[in-house]
């Protein structure tokens, strides 16, 4: 079955923008507004929501068949619902309803993709406003929050939170932090402070300061670690130390320990996803409850000096296996993977095209969170003991204070 004519108007893709008008909040702007949520224990839960995932073709994309892709690379989705969804006709691609099971992905290919919203839980906790000026806005991150759209995150972000509950919209993102890491955080306004501080990044005229608290005695002085750094697993952005991944060089100092733990203030040259973490693995020091890199499924001595027990395949296999969706899932619903394997190959009547939020089910039949009970989420998933202490240059300095896990033990 071919593709559908392009009679939904709304879902066309955007013209292309002139640089200096872009910025990274269309998928943020294009959210719904107050969307009911609970406070519970500290936690903040978001009522499931419609929405339009926006995507382009990436390289490794390219000659594959959607479905494909969307089965391998969304690991949070059930094994048939791509070819579930085609079949309803939500996905779309340059504007046009597919129904192509055997559509391949072009260069460029614009998917958009409606989709039941289920979003993770974060705390409940304040984004303090550092610094405001015309051109420029600093925050102190709290953790939990990735920083702008990504997996299972939207409304729950900083950039999310920021316009709905300041008012903040067309903010550029200067640099990131992850989700579970707090700190400063800055944005610029426009185009030029963009432009100015990324290059400014960029010629590396920056202190960017760091603290953490790790395992173990940290050694005394100063600690230098300059292994390159790359991607394990690319659709999670695990990263781990290999010998052709990117120069990064950060360097480590201990404030205090009390012989189980330290708390170290750790300098970076570089800016690698995930650098002081995989640093402080490889010298031994794995920061304490990090969940991804803080374990023995790199190897009996958790991947110190970048010894893993295991070959890459093997190291790449384990870890995805460790951090795949499913775990988060109480129990199988085999009522659920019955509905979607006879959906796959049954004739499905499609949904109509142009479908509006406010007229879609708050139950989605095809929604695998709207199927499963999730387990409760551990304290470690919403905080790394990793925050960003100073962004600096010699025209501007932002700090924050240190957190109080941080604060020497009397």
Known sequence: MGEAPNRYKQQEPKSKKKKDDETSTDVHDSLPMNVPFKIIDGVRHLSPYWTIYRTRTKGRWIGRKLVDVFTEEFLSTNVNYARVACKLGRIYVNGRQLRDLDYVMKNN???????????????????????????????????????????????????????????????????????????????????????????????????????????????????????????????MGIQCVKADGKHAHS????????????????????????????????????????????????GKTKGKNGEYDKNFDELCKDVQSAHKCQNWHEERNEEYEKLMEKMAVDDVAPEPEGLQRERRPDFDPIC????????????????????????????WSFNTELPDWAVIKV
């Open 109 to 235: 290919d614009e998917v958009h993709h409606w989709a039941h919203r289920h979003e993770h839980p974060v705390k409940d906790l304040p984004i303090r406003i550092i610094h405001e000026s015309d051109d420029l806005l600093v925050v102190d991150k709290p953790p939990s929050l990735p920083v702008h759209a990504c997996g299972q995150y939207a409304i729950h972000t900083v950039l999310g939170q920021l316009r709905e509950h300041y008012d903040r919209k067309g903010l550029r993102v200067l640099h990131r932090l992850d989700r579970t890491t707090s700190g400063i955080l800055l944005f610029a306004k426009n185009y030029e402070t963009d432009l100015e501080f990324k290059t400014t990044l960029k010629d590396g005229h920056w202190t960017k300061e760091y603290v953490c608290k790790v395992e173990g005695e940290f050694p005394d002085g100063e600690i230098v670690c300059d292994q390159p750094i790359g991607p394990l697993v690319l659709s």
């Open 251 to 298: 360097i480590f100092r201990k404030l205090w320990s009390d012989g189980k733990e330290s708390v170290v203030k750790v300098n970076i040259t570089t800016g690698r996803t995930h650098q002081i973490r995989v640093h402080a693995q490889f010298l031994g020091h794995p920061i304490v409850g990090d969940s991804v890199y803080n374990s023995t499924v790199w």
């Open 368 to 395: 695998l969170k709207c199927n499963v009970r999730t387990k409760n989420v551990p304290p470690e998933h919403y905080q790394l003991f990793l925050h960003c202490l100073k962004y600096e240059t010699q025209k």
